[in-house]
């Protein structure tokens, strides 16, 4: 029979060890609470945990499936039972009971029309379920409606439901200020696409016109690169490019340019082939090319050097353009890039014929922030030198087909 003594000692030391255990576990809760914050930093965390959840769904407006995605953890942000998003149309995505999908049309149209909260009593078929709808306004447009359904619904869901119904037409106008600043920055490409058009085209098929009975082959030559040139810069495919793209167009602009100008244009390039997979904007360093052949060299005597300079710098890439031309009025150049209008100043060059320049400060800022725009040194008679500097992390906006070898076709 066993020792009562060895018994009981077991048992203690069982009795121990789970205590010790319970202590241990006590300890890690409450450090695991300690870690996650009191009871008030819990409910914000959370709070904003579901807003951004839903913002991303709202960007796009209250659209039935991106609005029933956003209203999951909208639902759960109020608290409610039921929950709706009515857009301008009457088309609901309800999270909850079917049978509140009629009500909340109706009180969205009704909330619309006032353009205020309402709160309706008794709308369950057992009369035990109350509603509270709020418009949502952007500007002075209705925009569509939420619907919370509570039993009952106090005033505490009142006023969250008309500030959730102010937080979803912020999100819906950033949206469309998104799509507007997209939609501007197709235009600014367009523009540049129009800049090139006139003025390039006619230069280069001047150009090729002279050799076809003198050099046939030199204007066949020529005719290819053109071709190469206008594919690449008409392209319809994404406003993202990347470093070796750029160049490989910019090689076949000057080979025609070159065509024209004889010797009297000289191009240096000194490229990094660690960055030549860095994504740029489309269209970002040709017009800076454009700029320094039409404005620095093609009013010098003589003509000029050109030299395109792309080096490493840490998380950027380095990026100049130089030309030892006729230059410019320095205070030319900060009309050119200073916000509003471009002016018709005299000079060298008139402010309004450098949009192409305007243009690429204007789109650098707008992807990688106003720190990041277009450093310009220039004066008359000493030429002019615009240095970029690219972040190589690719920006968000960005929609390119990744990295394509200079030698492939645009």
């Not at 030319?332 to 890039?337: A, D, F, K, P, T």
Request: glycine share 10%; aromatic share 4%; net charge negative.
């Amino acid at each position: 029979m066993p020792d009562p003594l060895l018994l009981f000692a077991g048992a203690g030391a069982v009795a121990g060890a789970a205590a010790v255990g319970l202590v241990v576990l006590l300890r890690r809760v409450l450090v695991s609470s300690r870690e996650l914050g009191t009871d008030a930093e819990q409910a914000t965390y959370q709070t904003l945990h579901l807003a951004a959840r839903a913002a991303k769904h709202l960007r796009g407006g209250v659209s039935e499936q991106d609005a029933l995605k956003a209203g999951r953890h909208l639902k759960s942000l109020l608290g409610c039972d039921t929950f709706a998003i009515v857009d301008p149309h009457g088309v609901v995505a309800l999270d909850g009971d079917e049978r509140l999908r009629e009500v909340a049309a109706e009180l969205a149209a009704a909330v619309q029309a006032a353009g205020k909260a309402q709160v309706r009593r008794g709308v369950g078929l057992a009369a035990d379920v109350d509603a509270v709808a709020a418009p949502i306004v952007i500007g002075k447009r209705p925009a569509g409606a939420i619907v919370a359904f509570s039993s009952p619904v106090r005033a505490g869901l009142v006023r969250a439901t008309a500030e959730v119904a102010d937080w979803v037409a912020a999100q819906i106008e950033l949206g469309e200020l998104d799509a507007s600043r997209t939609a501007l920055a197709e235009a600014e490409v367009r523009a540049l696409r129009a800049q090139i058009s006139p003025h390039f085209i006619y230069n280069a098929l001047n150009a090729i016109a002279s050799f076809i009975l003198t050099d046939p082959q030199r204007a066949r030559e020529l005719v290819l690169e053109f071709a190469d040139f206008t594919r690449y810069s008409f392209r319809r495919h994404g406003e993202f490019t990347t470093i070796a793209e750029e160049l490989h167009s910019i090689d076949s602009y000057l080979r025609l340019e070159r065509a024209r100008f004889g010797d009297r244009l000289q191009v240096t390039l000194q490229i990094a082939p660690e960055v030549l997979g860095t994504v740029i904007p489309f269209l970002s360093i040709q017009p800076l090319v454009e700029n320094a052949v039409r404005h620095g060299l093609e009013a010098k005597e003589g003509g000029g050097r050109i030299t395109i300079e792309a080096s490493d710098s840490g998380a950027f890439a380095e990026i100049t353009v130089e030309d030892d031309g006729v230059g410019f009025d320095p205070e030319q150049i900060r009309e050119v890039l200073a916000p509003g209008p471009l002016g018709a100043g005299a000079g060298a060059a008139r402010p309004r014929d450098n949009v192409g320049l305007r243009n690429v400060d204007a789109r650098l800022r707008q992807v990688y922030g106003d720190e990041n725009g277009l450093v310009v040194e220039t004066q008359i008679g000493a030429g002019t030198l615009v240095r970029m500097r690219i972040p190589k992390a690719l920006p968000k906006a960005a929609s390119t087909t990744g990295p394509i070898p200079a030698s492939a076709d645009a």
